[in-house]
């Protein structure tokens, strides 16, 4: 038997199976906007930080000899 007689007689016996979702389709894009804006707040929280220590950093740059001012 040929391997194309054998996949259609695999095809011919099958039945066609139906999963269901385990919860309603729009849920899934609720649930990665939520995903995706709790990591948006991450990411803003972040925002500042190169800031907050500008004191430090101005005082590494002159004992260093960097000459770039921001």
Do not use: C, W
């Not at 939520?34 to 972040?46: E, M, N």
Request: glycine fraction near 6%.
């Amino acid at each position: 038997m040929s391997l194309l007689a054998t996949v259609a007689a695999a095809a011919e016996g099958s039945s066609h199976v139906v999963n269901e979702l385990p919860m309603p389709a729009p849920l899934f894009g609720v649930i990665v906007f939520g995903i995706f804006t709790a990591l948006a707040i991450v990411t803003f929280s972040f925002r500042d930080v190169a800031n907050r220590h500008a004191e430090k950093a101005e005082a590494y740059a002159r004992e260093h000899g960097d000459a770039q001012h921001h």
